[in-house]
Structure formats: structure tokens, C-alpha cells
């Protein structure tokens, strides 16, 4: 190949970079370049075809301006894709090095090597497609394997160039256009005169923004551009300014000030400003302008019509008189690194208003005005908003409730439709819109936690409760056609309310209700039972001790919790020294994954059946049912729960309960309750209940507890022998009650709490524990429940599921406090206290890592960045090996296997692993379908 001065002579021009990463890497850090640089017009050059249109339809999917040429098209496809790029129609060119010679684009100052060329020739003529016609350009090139590394060194080497790793912070300066252009601007300014558009001029602004120091003050209606609808070229500097007296505006029929109409793939990029003087209106009645002005309404400073591949950055706007920029049947748009400013009490002074748009992508800006932050109207759709700051008006909560109105209003019947296709049911029976006189009722009917219920929370924008298995399929299709979050609910215990809300307000979602799949068939004969997970613990217990009288089920104390949610934590119960956790007795599963198939344990293999016995619910898939070994129990057991305060001894009893408490006979459990309560004169002092069961009757419970426990003092009178069933009433606060009550699904009452997890491997050191006692005093009612190990959990091994934390745990303990007033001060104060009791007892708890109980969501402990984009394997260590120690890794690599493109995903969702194809080892998977596929 014969190296052309030319391109030896730009490439020296050029800064060059390079960027390490994995294959997999390549989308996510692609994405992120192209947020963050500077760039007029970026050719990304890859080694293949396939590549190329892979890569080309990725981008475009997330509303990047970007069009491809490869050699699989033919020649005049190619020719009318190189002018289309060529005049700034499309601002990123997909290519393969059929376009690596021979492109003359003034415009480029950017190249990414998304692929290494293969010779120093061929990287030669890539990058010299930045540095043409006066510009500096930018070249980086992505290095993945030990054969980039090979070219990248033989580039070094022939051309005696140096070419260093990309630096976390560039200065963009340096390689814009010469004269320190902040970009291309193509206005088209507009008038309407009878409804129809009239081109009054359009003008090719090359904007050199100087320092604000040296900035001049530009009146827009002293340009005198005077174009020919192509290409007139006018420069201005500094800050474009609006006439100060409103009657100087002659009427505004357009209502805008600036107008851009039907200009595609055009590109404002500076650190100008834009003043709309808006003072002078926001004090006149809409009489008054009506008659004074002869506007209808005050105008939008900058308003964008029929735009297409707009890139709106780094300038900053003042005081609109409304409204201060505004998309309309605009798409593919992208808006970046705004400030916008109003005062706090200037009506209707929106920061962006967006009507009848799609694909628009709104980031990394602060809008400070006094309406809406960012304002969704009918007819949008595909809007994408992060990392906004709102304030100080309302818009913080408007963006939250108008984007999930936007999205409802748009998209809703074609989802609907999509449901019920191929259902013989009605969308009714089913399925409950935001519309819906039943859907407040349905979705707050089992969320105890009214943290989560605020007029602020963001609400799913419709809740389905399946009637059949079919159903479920079509909730995860449609969802993942329309691009919803799915949350999964079972019984709604959830502590931090992932099943029903989401703490991320800027995707919308669905959530999917089991209530109505709750079947449960018992087999006493092979002491086994099927249930599905919308049923509850209690219609489990009651269903097993109507077949039965000597079988049961090792699960939790409250009957209300859902079976999904509670197998798939772990489940923590009366009989887990003795039986270990529900999960540990579950046999077999039905789940629906991400490609709505439904596989049972055979089917969907023991990696995955492994995964979905601990590893929490919601990351997987949806487990439809659960096949379960049911346990013998007695004709009798025994329960006890003698209490002592302080003055009493409860302190001295409770440490010697630390000594024995998981070294008790397995039929005996005994945990401990601690709690404030107030004594004569309204004095307060510490509770401890010794809530008990032992599987057995009470002579044999005497004679255990007078061996192993004599200090509890424990007397036949303290002790009732009854039935198991009737020790499940008595756990769960319906001592006497029929157990009909088990099949009442409605959940405890409601309040507001807050709640963490710790694990105990040491005892607490006695001279320690009126530390303990006194932090409990600090809070207004906490509650702190130790429960004991030992037993059956010492003989499972660790790495058996996901639930860790065995042999070598004396007991866990779960702080919990509950309280009344709604308020952000009251919230604030327990909370507090929460998280300074968790602190304090950092240095009598688990090491290395501190464990915490999945089933008691902590989301302190950490949280998945954004969306499923961004959800980081690395991150979710922070939170992820609390819960499941080593076995976070597994659990990773297994979602990684069935859910790669992270459709299941939420808060604390297990993030993707996926083997890498080089050399077996492991990658962090952290992107989504649009970005994250094997080219």
C-alpha cells in the first residue's frame, strides 16, 4: 500500500489516543464518547459489514444522527449516503475502509477506531479523515486484544508518532475548527402568516462564542443576514438578546422568538447565551398581551419544528418570556449540557416543552425555573431523561409524572393490544390502566410500606394480574417490545418496594401482580405440594393442615407474605433449625423467562434452579409455582414466650441465650425480640421476649430446657402445647382465631418503617450489651429480632444456593422500626436513627463482608446505576456480596446466561456476567439490547 503525504500530514495534525477495553466494552464506552466530546461530524470505522450495519442500527436505535456505508451496497446507495453525511444531514458515518481513502468531509474532526485496521497503512489513511481543511482533529482507537496492541505499536513505530491513552478529562478546544468554533449552526427562521410557514431566512452561523469577558451583546434583530435559503454564512458572538420592550416585537404569531423548521441534523453547540428578557411579560394579564402585544400567548425563546438529528449542548438561556426551548414533531434529537435559568415565581416558564416528538434524548443539565422542568405532551414517545437537576419550581415532580403520562397516553393501546392478542380473555379481566376506577385500590391493596405510597412515588403505568400462564408470557414480550421495566409482585412485603414502584423516575413500568395464580395442590402421599407464588404463606399452611395434621412447611411468621417472594429470599421460619429455610425444601419450579418460554427444573437446568432458591426475586425471570417438600410435625408442639425487662435480668439472660441459642436441640427454637416499652411513671426500659416453639411436647421441652437453658427459668405454666397450625395463628398475632383467617389476604397494617439485616458470628461481649440497650432507648419504638442459627443450618453447605449465610452464624438479627407520621421530618428522624444504630454496631457483627439478609432489602447497602444499560457487575458488589458472599459471582454468571441483555432488572437486580470468547474468563456485561450484542 503507498502512503499518501497527505494523510502522513493530517494524521500529524491530529491528537492521537488510544482506549483499552473488552470486546464487550466496546458499545457502552462507544456511547459514552459520543455523549461526552465535542464533535461536528465523528466517522467510527469497524472491520466488517455486518459490523458496520450492526453497529449502525444500534445507534440509531439510541437516537444517535447516524447513517453507514460499507461495500455490501451498491455503488449509488453508497454515493447517496456519502452526500447525505457529506452535507450534515447525519452527523456520525458507520464505515467500513471502503471509505478510508477519498472522504473529504471539511466537517470530520473526529475518527473511532471502534475496530483496529488491520496494518499502520491502514490506520494511516482511517485517521486522516480528522484532520483536514483546517481543523485539529481527534483519533481514538479501541485496543481489545494483543493483536490491536501488535498494529497500534507498529503504527508508533513507522510513523514516529505517539499515541497515548485517552485521558479521563480532554480539552475540546483542541480539536475544534481553528478559530475555536463551538460548531455548525444551520438556522431556519420562520414566520407564520394564515396558518401557513413562510421562509422569511435561513443562515449558516459559524458560532466562535468567546470568553464571557470579552463577550458583546448582539440585538438578533440587528443581523440583517440576508440569505439564499442554502448556505449565507454570518458570524456572531457572544449572547443573543430579545428586544427589551414586548410592543417591540410587532406581533408574535409564530409564537416563538427563534424558530428552526424542518432542518435536519442540525447542531448548536457553544457557551453562549440566550436572554428572553421575559420580565417584561410575566407581569402582564393575558388581556394585556392579547391587547398591547398582539400575541396570544408570550413566546418561546427557542422553538424547534420537524428537526431531525438535532444537537442542542453547552449553551445557556435566561428568561423566556414562556417557555424556554421547545421540540415539536422533532426525532432522533439529543440535548446535552444546558443551563436554563428563570426566577422561581415567572409563570409558564417551562424548560424544555416537548410535544409530538420521538427519540429524544435529554441529559447532564440543570433547569432552574419556575414551572415545569421538562414538560411531556401528547403524542411522544421513546424520551430518554437522565441526570437532570430540577428546581426550584415544580418541574422535579412534574418530569416524574409527565413522562410516565406521556408514555401512557402514546404507547398504551398498542401495548394493550399486544397483551391480549392471543388471549381469550378481555383486556378488563386483567389488566388495570392508570384510567382505571380500580387500579389505586389494586395497586396500594398489599403494599404495607407507606413510604412507597406517596403522591411523589412513581407509579406503574398499569398493573397486571394475570390470569394464566399465557398471560405472564405476554407481560414479559410486550414488555420487552415496549421497552417497561417489569416489576414483580407476589405478596408485596417487599421492604423497599421494588415490587410495586421504582426508584428510578425516569423508565417507565408495569407491574406484574401474581394475586390471581395462587393454586396450591397438596399430595400427603409423597408429602409434597405445588403452589404458585401469588399465593400467600398462609393459604400454604392452611391448605397443607387440612390434608394433614402431621405435615408443614419450614417458612416465615407472617402468613400474608407471597410465596414467590419469600422462596426466593431464602424464607426464614419457626422450623429452619430443624428443616433449614423454605428454600432449601423446594424440589422443583416453574419459571417464564425472558423469552416467555416456560421451563420447569428439568428444562431450565440446575444452574438456574440453583439460582432461583436464594438468589432473590425479580432477576431471573418469573417463577410461576414452586414444588415443595412438606415436613413432619408432631401431633403436638409447645410455645412459650416469657419476657424480661432489664431490672429483671433480661440483659444477663440474653447473653447466655447468645451462648446456647444455636446449640439448642433442633426441635427447639428460640428467638429473642427486643424492645423499648415504658414501665411505671412513663420511664422506658428494654423488653426482651423470648418468642419460642419446640417441636414436641411439653415434658420433653422441660426436661431440654432444664439441661441446656435452666437459666430461662422456664415453668410448665408458662408453656401451651397445641397443634402446629394453631402454633402458626399464635406466631403470627391470631392466637385463638379460626385459621380461616390464613386465607385472608389482607396484609398487616400499614404504616411507615424502615428496616436493615445483620448476621452474628461472635457473641456480643457482655460488658458491650448496655451500649446495645441504650441505643435502643435513643429511638421512639424499635424493634430488634435475634434469631438463632444452628441446627440444620450448620449442615448446609454455603455454596448449596444462594443463601450464604450458614454453619458459623450464632444468629441474625433484624432491626426494625415502625412510625405514624407521614412526614419528610418524622421520615427523616427514624431513618437517622436506623442507620446510627447499623453503624454502632458495625464492630460486634459479620466481617469481610458484613452480611445482610435479602429478604430485609437494605438499599443503603447500594444500588445498580440507571437502567439496565448501566447496570455494572463491580457495582452491584457493594450490595451483592453482603447478601450472598461468594455466591454473588455464580449468581451473576447464571443471569448472564439467561437474561444477557438485563430485561429482568431493577434497583438490586443481579447484574450480568457473560464468558468472555477469548480466553474463558469473565466479563462484566453492562449493557442493553441496543448496545451490548457480539457484533
Known amino acids: ?70 461495500s455490501g451496497m451498491s455503488q449509488e446507495e453508497r454515493l447517496t449516503r456519502y452526500k447525505n453525511f457529506k452535507e450534515g444531514h447525519k452527523r456520525i458515518l458507520v464505515a467500513t475502509d471502503l471509505v478510508g481513502r477519498g472522504i473529504d468531509i471539511e466537517r470530520v474532526n473526529i475518527v473511532i477506531n471502534y475496530d483496529m485496521p488491520d496494518s499502520a497503512d491502514t490506520y494511516l489513511h482511517r485517521v486522516g479523515r480528522a484532520g483536514r481543511f483546517g481543523t485539529k482533529g481527534l483519533a481514538i482507537t479501541f ?88 448556505t449565507d454564512d454570518t458570524q456572531i458572538l457572544g449572547t443573543i438578546i430579545a428586544p427589551q420592550n414586548p410592543s417591540s416585537w410587532n406581533g408574535c404569531e409564530t409564537g416563538a422568538w427563534l424558530l428552526f423548521y424542518n432542518v435536519n441534523g442540525l447542531v448548536i453547540d457553544g457557551g453562549g447565551m440566550i436572554n428572553g428578557r421575559g420580565s417584561a411579560w410575566w407581569t402582564k394579564s393575558s388581556s394585556d398581551i392579547k391587547e398591547e402585544f398582539k400575541c396570544l400567548t408570550p413566546p418561546t425563546a427557542l ?67 419556575g414551572d415545569d422542568c421538562i414538560a411531556l405532551s401528547n403524542g411522544s414517545s421513546q424520551i430518554n431523561i437522565t441526570s437532570i437537576y430540577c428546581g426550584p419550581g415544580h418541574g422535579g ?72 400462564y399465557s398471560h405472564v408470557q405476554s407481560a414479559i414480550l410486550c414488555s420487552k417490545t415496549f421497552k417497561f421495566q417489569l416489576r414483580i409482585r407476589s405478596g408485596g412485603h417487599d421492604y423497599a418496594g421494588l415490587s410495586y414502584t421504582s426508584h428510578d423516575d425516569q423508565s417507565p413500568f408495569v407491574v406484574l401482580d401474581l394475586k390471581q395464580l395462587r393454586s396450591i395442590t397438596v399430595d400427603s402421599g409423597h408429602n409434597t405440594a405445588w403452589v404458585e407464588s401469588g399465593a400467600t404463606i398462609g393459604e400454604l399452611y392452611y391448605w397443607v393442615s387440612k390434608e394433614s395434621k402431621n405435615l408443614g412447611f419450614p417458612a416465615g411468621f407472617c402468613p400474608t407474605v407471597g410465596i414467590g417472594g419469600h422462596i426466593s429470599g431464602g424464607g ?152 402446629w397450625i394453631e402454633s402458626v395463628m399464635y406466631f403470627s398475632n391470631h392466637d385463638g382465631e379460626s385459621i380461616d383467617v390464613l386465607k385472608d389476604r389482607k396484609p398487616e397494617p400499614k404504616g411507615y418503617f424502615n ?33 438463632p442459627h444452628g441446627g440444620k443450618m450448620d449442615e448446609i453447605e454455603e455454596t448449596s444456593s444462594p443463601y450464604p449465610h450458614r454453619k458459623g452464624n450464632l444468629y441474625n438479627i433484624q432491626y426494625y422500626e415502625k412510625w405514624d407520621d407521614g412526614s419528610i421530618e418524622s421520615s427523616e428522624k427514624h431513618i437517622s436513627w436506623m442507620r446510627m444504630m447499623y453503624e454502632n454496631m458495625r464492630p460486634y457483627v459479620s466481617k469481610n463482608p458484613r452480611g445482610a439478609y435479602v429478604n430485609y432489602r437494605d438499599l443503603d447497602l447500594g444500588l445498580n446505576d440507571g437502567n439496565a444499560d448501566d447496570t455494572s457487575y463491580l457495582k452491584g458488589m457493594e450490595w451483592g456480596n453482603r447478601y450472598f458472599k461468594g455466591n454473588f459471582r455464580r449468581l451473576a454468571v447464571v443471569k448472564g446466561m439467561v437474561d444477557p441483555q438485563n430485561f429482568f432488572h431493577f434497583e438490586q437486580s443481579i447484574p450480568p456476567l457473560v464468558l468472555s470468547k477469548g480466553n474463558g474468563g469473565i466479563e462484566s456485561y453492562q449493557s442493553s439490547a441496543a448496545r451490548s450484542r457480539f457484533l
Open 1 to 70: 500500500m503507498v502512503v499518501e503525504a497527505m494523510d502522513l500530514e493530517e494524521v500529524l495534525q491530529c491528537h492521537l489516543h488510544y482506549i483499552k477495553l473488552s470486546e464487550l466494552e466496546k458499545n457502552r464506552k462507544l456511547n459514552d464518547l459520543l455523549d461526552a466530546l465535542d464533535f461536528n461530524q465523528v466517522v467510527i470505522f469497524v472491520k466488517s459489514v455486518s459490523r458496520a450495519a450492526e453497529l449502525n442500527k444500534l445507534l440509531v436505535e439510541c437516537n444517535f444522527p447516524s447513517i453507514c456505508i460499507h
Open 143 to 230: 485496543v481489545s486484544s494483543s493483536a490491536d496492541s501488535d498494529v497500534l505499536n507498529q503504527v508508533q513505530e513507522r510513523f514516529e508518532v505517539d499515541i497515548k491513552e485517552l485521558p479521563e478529562q480532554i480539552d475540546t478546544s483542541t480539536y475544534r475548527f481553528v478559530c475555536g468554533a463551538a460548531g455548525m449552526v444551520y438556522i431556519s427562521i420562520m414566520a407564520r402568516e394564515s396558518g401557513q410557514h413562510k421562509v422569511l431566512f435561513i443562515v449558516s452561523l459559524l458560532l466562535c462564542f468567546l470568553q464571557r469577558s470579552l463577550a458583546a451583546n448582539y440585538n438578533v434583530m440587528q443581523f440583517g443576514a440576508k440569505g439564499d435559503g442554502k
Open 303 to 369: 422553538h424547534f419544528e420537524s428537526c431531525n438529528g438535532l444537537r442542542l449542548r453547552t449553551l445557556r438561556h435566561r428568561n423566556s418570556p414562556r417557555n424556554h426551548i421547545g421540540l415539536s414533531r422533532c426525532s432522533y434529537s439529543t440535548l446535552s449540557y444546558l443551563d436554563i435559568t428563570a426566577p422561581a415565581d415567572s409563570p409558564n416558564t417551562d424548560g424544555i416543552d416537548i410535544s409530538l416528538s420521538t427519540q429524544v434524548r435529554i441529559h447532564h443539565s440543570i433547569i432552574r425555573t
Open 397 to 468: 415532580v412534574l418530569l416524574t409524572v409527565l413522562l410516565a403520562s406521556s408514555f401512557s397516553q402514546t404507547v398504551d393501546d398498542k401495548f394493550l393490544h399486544c397483551l391480549i392478542k392471543d388471549s381469550n380473555t378481555t383486556q378488563s379481566e386483567f389488566v388495570f390502566t392508570q384510567q382505571h376506577s380500580q387500579y389505586s385500590s389494586l395497586l396500594q391493596s398489599s403494599s404495607i410500606n407507606l413510604r412507597f405510597s406517596t403522591s411523589k412515588t412513581p407509579k406503574p403505568l398499569a398493573i397486571i394480574t394475570p390470569l394464566s
Open 572 to 723: 426464614f421460619g419457626a422450623m429452619v433449625r430443624k428443616y433449614g429455610l423454605a428454600a432449601d425444601n423446594v424440589i422443583d419450579a416453574r419459571i417464564i423467562d425472558v423469552n416467555g418460554r416456560i421451563l420447569d427444573r428439568k428444562s431450565m437446568g440446575e444452574d438456574l434452579f440453583w439460582a432461583i432458591r436464594g438468589g432473590g426475586g425479580g432477576s431471573f425471570g418469573v417463577v410461576v409455582a414452586w414444588k415443595v417438600n412438606l415436613v413432619y410435625v408432631p401431633d403436638k408442639v409447645t410455645v412459650f414466650s416469657p419476657a424480661k425487662t432489664l431490672e429483671q435480668g433480661g440483659s444477663n439472660l440474653f447473653n447466655k441465650w447468645q451462648y446456647v441459642g444455636h446449640s439448642l436441640s433442633q426441635d427447639l427454637f428460640i428467638r429473642v425480640v427486643i424492645q423499648p416499652v415504658e414501665v411505671e411513671h412513663g420511664r422506658r426500659t428494654i423488653r426482651f421476649t423470648f418468642n419460642s416453639m419446640f417441636l414436641g411436647p411439653i415434658d420433653r421441652l422441660m426436661k431440654t430446657v432444664t439441661d441446656s437453658f435452666p437459666e430461662l427459668g422456664l415453668q410448665e405454666q408458662d408453656c401451651r402445647e397445641m397443634s
Open 755 to 787: 428496616a436493615k439485616s445483620d448476621y452474628v458470628k461472635d457473641r456480643i461481649p457482655e460488658e458491650k450489651l448496655g451500649e446495645v440497650w441504650k441505643w435502643c432507648l435513643d429511638g421512639d419504638k424499635p424493634i430488634l429480632i435475634m434469631e
